[in-house]
């Protein structure tokens, strides 16, 4: 605990275990956006569904499965404990495992609502002056659509901050390693703690107020371009 009983071990394991999702649903987030955005996808709305899911699930039902999915009686988990000497469930690993699946609809879904709202004309004229596809996403379609891109970012990034239900399930609450300050607001209030869990909600607070102030000026961007 430091300066007015803010947890900032939690608070550094919350900002890696953000950083790193984010990180890592960017590239995968562009890749399955553009595709449901422009392609044909066998049982597209099935898929839809499936990324959408971790917004209408409970998080402790998510929580459940996954914990169950990266458990020591599952394969995976069994695989993982072979190949690193560790169980998948209750390590870092294992939480941003998690992270990046209950994340999966706050990444996927800007991304692909910004794609779709690209002009088709647009594209086709790119590929009519002899732009590669690669060459026309490069430098036609990600620089129009980056305002989703970013909005999707940032809600990732302050979603994966208040997080609590998947994480206590998945990652439990070990100091230094799982324990973010989602739990760690929730340690100090059973401990009656209100000074130190008020410092560490009011953090969590500007996180998200300034995550869904830059995500709808974002998408309101992109509306006046394409409104």
């Known amino acids: 605990m430091g300066a007015a009983g803010m947890d900032w071990q939690a608070f550094g394991v919350s900002l890696k275990l953000?950083?790193?999702?984010?990180?890592?649903?960017?590239?995968?987030?562009l890749i399955l956006a553009r595709t449901l955005a422009?392609?044909?996808?066998?049982?597209k709305g099935l898929v839809e569904a499936l990324v959408a899911a971790p917004l209408v699930l409970p998080p402790t039902v998510l929580g459940f499965y996954l914990l169950t999915a990266f458990g020591g009686?599952?394969?995976?988990?069994?695989?993982?404990?072979?190949a690193f000497g560790h169980p998948l469930a209750f390590?870092?690993?294992g939480l941003l495992a998690a992270s990046l699946i209950f994340n999966l609809p706050f990444a996927v879904q800007p991304m692909q609502r910004a794609f779709e709202a690209l002009p088709t004309d647009v594209r086709q004229a790119a590929w009519v002056s002899g732009l590669s596809p690669?060459?026309?996403?490069?430098?036609?379609e990600l620089p129009l659509a980056w305002p989703g891109v970013l909005s999707a970012m940032a809600l990732t990034f302050a979603h994966?901050?208040?997080?609590?239900?998947?994480?206590?399930?998945?990652?439990?609450?070990?100091?230094?390693?799982?324990?973010?300050?989602?739990?760690?607001?929730?340690?100090?209030?059973?401990?009656?703690?209100?000074?130190?869990?008020?410092a560490m909600s009011a953090v969590l607070l500007a996180f998200s107020l300034v995550a869904i102030a830059v995500a709808y000026g974002l998408t309101g961007r992109v509306g006046r371009r394409h409104g």
């Open 91 to 93: 390590s870092f690993a």
């Open 73 to 82: 009686n599952s394969a995976l988990g069994q695989a993982w404990t072979a």
């Open 134 to 140: 690669w060459r026309t996403f490069w430098r036609i």
């Open 18 to 29: 953000a950083g790193w999702t984010g990180l890592l649903l960017l590239p995968a987030g």
């Open 160 to 198: 994966t901050m208040g997080e609590f239900g998947v994480v206590l399930m998945v990652g439990g609450s070990i100091p230094g390693e799982t324990r973010t300050l989602a739990l760690s607001i929730y340690d100090r209030v059973q401990a009656f703690d209100a000074r130190a869990a008020g």
């Open 38 to 43: 422009f392609h044909r996808v066998p049982a």
